[in-house]
């Protein structure tokens, strides 16, 4: 078992798929193989919290130029979600046609240049006339576009061939892509503390940040060699011959899935950042407004979905199935829809009032956020996992599904920001959101199975299939009856 968590394949000359592993005895490959996976968990770790340490570099870099508001917040963490979006995209194209030691290195040392490059574009703007004659609004968008695009782009590049460098085998790739998404999350989740409390307040942090990403650069390239001469062992080896261990159905995806799939990790992702943003609107009447808070929600939903990611890969590899993402699913809305009557608990018996502020925020936060965020964190590595049937193509579809997940983050927050809550509330807004989980396991049972699929479904599932949602459905109209916004009334917010 390596540091990604999956089992090195065998070495019997029986497996057509591993008879190139004669090539090298058994403790040299096992020695590639592990460092190999080792300077993965580095990429992820290091490149998603510079993603986090330049996001929050951005904010202190255009505050003085257009201001801090939460327009200049929601902009910047949106333009670099959409650079996250292109990055994938892309990433995923190229990962399967060029060496994966090669596209990440090449992008980590742009992302330092990119890392860089932010307090000159921010220097420029200031200085610029044209600028200053803008909109503020216009402003705004202008200088979150130049300052943050290309670091949430070149940053970004490196997940699908990471991804697509480790897997051999189909049935792995819901694993790999669980653990370089775990590790990843946890690399943010330190990038957003470090930044936030220590780095931008004692040291240059783009200086380092920069200098970290040229070396991890120099030493994958470096490390990565004797995988890349691996990698062209085993093409030669294996031209002409069949791998036991693809999908025999077919090796392209699934068309009919693969769209219900792309809608999944959109509406799930919608569903993430639509929570986020009502979090924090949920607990500001509460705990007041404060970096401790901003913290808090958004270390606990990292910390969550990188447990939920990991675990994600765990039943991907094991099970892989539609019906136990359809139970993921459900779970998904159960965790999201229990927010509403948990903060009307907690309120109402006035359990956290006596807390310290800290630990009062951190009790809070893990109370009604920590569950939704496992659960969802468990769906992209079970749907990457049933779209992909062959290895060549696993590195464009693990980057379109990132894609278009980060896609979904970010209308997520968008519309939770400018509509769903000024509109219905922050707690009805939970409530709503865990109604999307209930339809698309609707959606996926509905979908075509794959044919590695062992378990077949019974009467009874299907009938579980029908009942469960429809009694989620109700339990969610009762929510939205009974539960009001906590901004309808602070007074009978606080002492209901």
Not at 109 to 130: E, H, K, R, W, Y
Not at 188 to 200: P, Q, T
Not at 372 to 387: D, H, K, M, N
Request: proline share 4%; aromatic share 8%.
């Amino acid at each position: 078992m390596t540091a990604l968590g999956v089992a090195t394949p065998p070495t019997k000359p029986t497996r057509p798929a591993s008879d190139h592993f004669n090539q090298t005895t058994p403790n040299e490959k096992d020695l590639v193989s592990s460092a190999w996976k080792i300077t993965i968990v580095a990429v992820a770790i290091i490149s998603n919290a510079a993603l986090l340490i330049a996001q929050q570099a951005a904010f202190r870099l255009l505050a003085p130029v257009i201001g801090s508001s939460v327009e200049t917040w929601s902009a910047i963490i949106g333009v670099f979600l959409l650079g996250i979006a292109i990055g994938n995209h892309y990433a995923g194209k190229l990962a399967d046609r060029f060496s994966a030691v090669t596209l990440i290195s090449g992008s980590l040392a742009a992302g330092s240049i990119s890392m860089l490059l932010m307090p000159v574009i921010a220097d420029n703007l200031a200085s610029s006339v044209a600028f200053g004659q803008l909109s503020l609004s216009v402003q705004i968008f202008t200088g979150a576009f130049f300052v943050c695009l290309l670091p949430g782009i070149v940053l970004s590049l490196v997940t699908p061939p990471s991804i697509r460098s480790i897997v051999n085998d189909p049935r792995e790739i819901g694993s790999v892509a669980g653990r370089i998404f775990a590790w990843g999350t946890f690399g943010s989740l330190a990038g957003n503390y470090l930044a936030g409390f220590v780095l931008l307040a004692i040291f240059g942090v783009r200086v380092i940040t920069a200098a970290s990403l040229i070396v991890l650069a120099v030493a994958t390239f470096i490390g990565g060699r004797r995988h890349a001469i691996g990698e062209k062992r085993t093409q030669k080896l294996s031209d002409g011959a069949v791998n036991t261990n693809e999908d025999d159905s077919t090796t392209d995806i699934d068309r009919q899935w693969y769209r219900k799939a792309l809608l999944i990790v959109f509406a799930c992702s919608f569903v993430t950042g639509a929570v986020e943003g009502a979090a924090f609107r949920i607990l500001t009447p509460l705990v007041g407004v404060s970096m401790f808070l901003s913290a808090g929600v958004v270390g606990v939903i990292l910390a969550g979905m990188s447990f939920g990611n990991a675990f994600g890969g765990n039943l991907a590899t094991r099970f892989g199935t539609h019906q136990v993402l359809r139970k993921s699913l459900i779970a998904c809305a159960v965790a999201t829809l229990a927010i509403a009557p948990l903060w009307k608990f907690v309120v109402s018996s006035g359990i956290f009032k006596q807390m310290p502020l800290i630990p009062q925020i951190l009790a809070w936060s893990f109370t009604l956020f920590l569950l939704p965020a496992i659960a969802f964190g468990t769906i992209t590595p079970q749907v990457i996992r049933l779209s992909v049937r062959s290895v060549k193509n696993s590195g464009k579809i693990s980057g379109q599904l990132y894609a278009w997940s980060t896609v979904g983050c970010i209308v997520g927050i968008l519309a939770a920001a400018w509509f769903s809550i000024e509109t219905f509330g922050a707690i009805r807004t939970t409530i709503l959101c865990g109604m999307i989980p209930v339809a698309l396991a609707l959606l996926t049972g509905n979908g075509t199975l794959k044919a590695t699929d062992e378990v077949s479904e019974t009467s009874a599932a299907k009938s579980d299939l029908r009942t469960i949602p429809a009694a989620l459905l109700v339990a969610a109209v009762a929510l939205l009856l009974t539960c009001k916004s906590p901004y309808r009334s602070r007074k009978s917010l606080l002492q209901p």
